[in-house]
């Protein structure tokens, strides 16, 4: 059976085209995760809604407090804007560490994070960032913190008739720096086996505000307050690098795939927290 094809070209008329096909209505952004879905047969929606008319939820806008990037901007267009390479390299290298340039033009960032695939570059960038997302449904809009959004495989706080339409990066009172180290266990274009994360800020060489985030090590991106504490109110020297990866390596119950069993995952976190943190330290001194 072919599912019909509906291209609303406003968020209303797409909150409204959910509500109508209910549990039957699937939304389709770039199609890269949902294509797949579809033709393992692992869903079979009988309305696909179209995100891709609405020219609202597309590009980058910055304001004094924060960084918007519309739920279907391209992974691409991320990985490009001259805002985001300024104010937070590391989500433009997530972004352009995804796949391949052709899967990179096609997936939106909003898509990204409503898959919830553990294994996933952006959503460890921005929860060390401390980024929201909006969503809307006929309920109204509301905002939800990334800490809260993912809640295990591929399941997220959205209910089934909302909409991702915005992530909300906050700013921060001077400079910070930011930093993803990606490691692949299989070939140059797949997904991570471990992804880290730094975002830190920095007042006279002291380390005055620390995010680490490990991503796809676990169900979803994790971050341990006490242990990035260890960092705040001193130099991000090598001993308090080394207390923090191995903080992080103890922390996380690592899970076994493809790409690497528990202990080596574990291994890995110990290694590229460590790669993150010096290179956020190197630029900060
Ligand atoms: C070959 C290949 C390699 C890849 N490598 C990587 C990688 O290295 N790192 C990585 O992070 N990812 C990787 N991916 C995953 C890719 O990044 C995601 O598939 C993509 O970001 C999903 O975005 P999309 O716009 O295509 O979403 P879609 O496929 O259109 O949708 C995905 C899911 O999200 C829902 N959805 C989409 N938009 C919204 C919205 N605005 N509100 C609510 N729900 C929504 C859809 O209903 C669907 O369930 C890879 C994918 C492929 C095909």
């Known amino acids: 059976m072919s599912a019909e094809f509906t291209r609303p070209e406003s968020i209303e008329a797409a909150v409204e ?22 033709r393992q047969r692992l869903i079979a929606p009988a309305v696909l809604i179209s995100l891709d008319g609405i020219q609202r939820l597309t590009g980058v806008s910055s ?16 990985e490009a804007s001259p805002e985001v390479r300024r104010a937070i390299p590391a989500l433009a290298a997530a972004c352009g560490e995804v796949g391949n340039v052709r899967v990179r033009n096609q997936a939106t960032l909003g898509g990204n994070l409503a898959e919830a695939d553990y294994a996933s570059d952006p959503p460890t960038v921005l929860l060390a960032l401390d980024a929201s997302v909006r969503a809307v449904s006929p309920a109204g809009e509301r905002q939800i913190r990334l800490s809260d959004f993912f809640q295990g495989f591929y399941t997220t706080a959205l209910g089934s008739g909302e909409i991702l339409t915005e992530i909300l990066i906050p700013r921060r009172p001077g400079t910070r720096r930011t930093a993803y180290a990606k490691y692949r266990s299989r070939s140059s274009e797949d997904r991570p086996c471990v992804g880290v994360a730094a975002v830190a800020a920095f007042e006279d060489g002291v380390c005055s505000e620390l995010g680490v985030a490990v991503g796809a090590a676990c169900e979803t991106p994790r971050r341990i ?10 130099p ?36 590229f927290v460590r790669r993150a943190l010096e290179e956020v330290a190197s630029v900060g001194r």
């Open 17 to 38: 085209a959910l509500g109508e096909a209910g549990d039957e209505g699937k939304l389709i952004a770039g199609g890269t995760a949902l294509a797949l879905m579809l």
């Open 63 to 78: 304001s004094a407090d924060d960084i918007r990037i519309g739920a279907m901007t391209r992974l691409r267009q991320v």
């Open 225 to 234: 307050a006490d242990v990035e504490a260890l960092a705040v109110g001193q």
């Open 236 to 271: 991000l020297g090598e001993s308090v690098i080394r207390d923090i990866a191995e903080g992080y390596a103890d922390g996380i119950e690592t899970l076994e795939d493809l790409r690497g069993s528990s202990w080596y995952r574990t291994e890995m976190i110990r290694v």
